[in-house]
């Protein structure tokens, strides 16, 4: 089979490997579709402290299940699945009370052990999650991020009479606010960008900001009557923009903020800035326990998902992922791999 493997910053190879044997408790599973991430690209430009090389990268896997180790029942050949991208221990405090995307020995597929951007690879099957044969390959390699949105608006308790403001309407932008529309709360979408702006009002954005343009705090009293958001997400994730979604008028007294990033900037935020106003912080990392019904409202069609992924390339032509990542083309929003 072929793997293609980061050997350093830069720098990939696609190999010839045997296909593995999947173990007891183990499922072979036969790659369909990849997502490419934000992480991965960070991954190949070696900016991700939390990886070493030789390295498969790739976390948003789905495929179909083509062997099955001795003992496994909850999945059979011929299903389709996705895989969690987390592995972990299952009994520190963090797995046994529900928190097992920040378990204490948690590794993460693609990132600090081999992903799949290989033909085959096996995985635990508990780690897989059988999905509809309705859901087409190229919609499956997005359970995964869109898991992340239904986890930090699960983190961020969003109900249906919030008022929802999303810094940055990127992918994962778009992902929270459909996320949040399932809820159905009222979103509140801002950035710099006209485009990502027009593309957040067809995916159900209540209200646009552009934020070159208009004042945000303004904007938000008119939209608010004043009051400001009872949610705010940061999925910017620049140096400085955690304190701009905390600031007085966007954010309103008992409001939850949300992070996405990994910025590691110090910013001006005092205990102050909290505490006037009994803000909750809380921090959000991959997702758990939301594959299972997300694939269902994939399926369901509860998302919108035309246009989420921008671009497909086909794994034999694996090199063009990775010349996106150097020469970015503006209109390169989401890319998925297709396996042939």
């Known amino acids: 089979m072929k793997s293609c493997v980061i050997t350093s910053p830069f720098h990939f190879e696609v ?10 408790g183990e499922v072979l599973i036969q790659m369909k579709a990849a997502g490419v991430c934000g992480s991965d690209m960070h991954i190949f430009k070696g900016e991700n402290p939390c990886s070493s090389y030789p390295l498969v990268p790739g976390h948003e896997n789905a ?14 050949v011929g299903d389709h699945v996705v895989v969690d991208l987390i592995i972990t221990c299952g009994t520190c405090y963090q ?14 597929r693609g990132s600090g052990t081999d992903g799949g951007w290989r033909e085959y690879f096996t995985a635990p099957a508990d780690d897989v999650y059988k999905i509809e044969d309705s859901i087409p390959w190229k919609d499956a390699a997005l359970i995964e991020p869109i898991a992340i949105g239904a ?59 552009n934020s070159k343009r208009e004042n945000i705090i303004e904007r938000i009293a008119e939209i608010t009557d004043g009051h400001g958001c009872t949610v705010a997400f940061d999925s910017a994730c620049f140096p400085g923009s955690l304190a701009l979604v905390m600031q007085y008028g966007v954010v309103c007294n008992a409001g939850r903020v949300v992070p996405l990033g990994f910025c590691d900037k110090p910013e001006a935020i005092s205990q102050a800035d909290i505490n006037k106003r009994e803000l909750d912080i809380i921090g959000t990392r ?33 090199e063009k992922v990775f010349e996106n990542i150097i020469n970015p083309a503006p209109d390169v929003k989401k890319t998925v791999i297709l396996f042939d």
């Open 95 to 108: 797995c046994t009370h529900g928190r097992e995307e920040v378990c204490e020995q948690v590794l993460v």
């Open 15 to 24: 190999r010839e490997v045997p296909i593995p044997e999947p173990k007891a």
């Open 63 to 76: 495929g179909v299940i083509v062997k099955v180790g001795e003992g496994v029942e909850n999945v059979k």
């Open 286 to 318: 991959m997702s758990a326990y939301q594959f299972e019904p997300v694939a269902q409202n994939m399926a369901d069609g509860k998302y919108q998902l035309d246009g989420l992924a921008t671009t497909f390339v086909k794994f034999s032509e694996i």
């Open 151 to 209: 986890h930090c608006t699960k983190r961020a308790r969003v109900v249906a009479d919030d008022t929802v403001f999303i810094l940055g309407t990127g992918t994962i932008g778009t992902i929270i606010l459909q996320a949040c529309k399932v809820h159905g709360a009222k979103v509140i979408c801002c950035d710099i960008d006209d485009n990502l702006l027009e593309r957040a009002k067809g995916y159900g954005a209540d209200y646009v900001i």
